[in-house]
């Protein structure tokens, strides 16, 4: 078995601050990256409020490969893998396993973080990749041109639904309400794009296509009209859900999945430290999940040196 002193599992903005902070602390630390480097950052268009970067041109994964590369000049290590499951149970060391290694480990900083919510509805899964997207960065190429809806009434949706104006020839944004969740400065904008619509108190019943999506059926909440409407392209944004799946029984959680830590960034288990949006349903900004990162890297030191 691979022994390390502290294994940090996910790679967004939380999971490469704790390596950078834990390298530096000479904890020689060693990333299990998941799915995708740099997490859902690295599928988001433009980010606009990471201080420090007060040109308009910031994308996701521009900050990815700047906070990947800080973390690997200070020796953090990355294993391109995903874990599928862990034991924590007769405490440190703990056991982490991976698709193709198995890890003892001193000391854990779990940081999944999210993935995006899917809508449940029929065609919805069959249409990924044809049509269906929850990642407009991605995919929002292909669209050029053509028509496209984005479901959500949040920042992410008006966000994507923006940058698919430099494709789409029309994004109609479908929200469930008559009042949008996203804060006022996107709003502001959204609403002054001649690109761009917004069909309200509706939400997304069908994907309906033929190979490709060709149509979304909607019904609208207060009048119980329903109405299909042409698209090449839907594009979700209706939130998220913790990656912690793997951690269930492990950790303590909320009835929603987040792993419950306290302010110091400790877990229900000793040795287990947690940052990120595995653990914050509430903020879930790449500032905030920065400084919980750095928090729990830092936490992890001080409860390693005062082990020994
Ligand atoms: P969010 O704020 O949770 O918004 C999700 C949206 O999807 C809401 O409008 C919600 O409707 C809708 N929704 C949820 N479930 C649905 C369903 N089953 N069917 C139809 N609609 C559904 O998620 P988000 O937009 O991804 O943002 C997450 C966090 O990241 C927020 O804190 C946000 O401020 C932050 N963020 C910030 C920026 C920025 O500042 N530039 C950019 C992106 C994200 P209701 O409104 O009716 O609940």
Same mark, same amino acid.
């Given at each position: 078995? @691979?022994? +390390?002193?502290?294994?940090?599992?996910g790679s967004g903005p939380a999971g490469l601050t704790a390596a950078i902070y834990a390298a530096r602390a000479t904890l020689d630390p060693l990333v299990i990256v998941g799915n995708q480097l740099g997490g859902q950052i690295s599928i988001t268009a433009e980010? +606009? @409020?990471? =201080?420090?970067? =007060? +040109? =308009?041109?910031?994308?996701? =994964?521009d900050l990815v490969d700047r906070m990947y590369r800080q973390a690997e000049r200070f020796g953090s290590r990355f294993d391109y893998d995903e874990v599928i499951d862990v034991d924590f149970s007769k405490g440190s060391p703990f056991t982490v396993k991976t698709n193709s290694n198995e890890y003892e480990t001193e000391a854990v900083i779990v940081t999944a973080g999210a993935s995006p919510r899917r809508l449940g509805v029929p065609g919805e899964e069959d249409f990924i990749g044809r049509g269906v997207s929850f990642c407009a960065t991605c995919d929002g190429f292909f669209f050029r041109g053509r028509d496209v809806v984005v479901v959500g009434g949040g920042d992410s949706a008006l966000e994507e639904g923006l940058f698919l104006t430099k494709f789409a020839n029309k994004v109609n944004i479908i929200h469930r309400r008559d009042e949008l969740r996203a804060g006022p400065t996107l709003e502001k904008r959204a609403r002054a794009n001649e690109k761009i619509d917004f069909i309200f108190d509706s939400v997304v019943d069908e994907v309906i296509g033929n190979g490709m999506v060709t149509a979304v059926q909607t019904s609208n909440l207060k009048t119980g009209e329903t109405n299909r409407l042409s698209t090449d392209g839907v594009f979700i944004y209706i939130g998220h859900y913790p990656n912690s799946k793997f951690l269930e029984g492990h950790l303590a959680m909320d009835e929603h999945g987040y792993v419950i830590a306290d302010e110091k960034m400790r877990t229900s288990v000793e040795g287990i430290f947690a940052a990120g949006e595995i653990q914050d349903s509430y903020f879930r900004q790449i500032a905030t999940s920065v400084g919980q990162g750095c928090a729990a890297?830092?936490?992890c030191e001080k409860w390693l040196s005062e082990r020994e």
């Open positions: 078995m @691979n022994k +390390e002193k502290v294994i940090v599992i980010v +606009e @409020n990471y =201080p420090g970067f =007060p +040109e =308009p041109d910031l994308t996701g =994964p890297a830092i936490q």
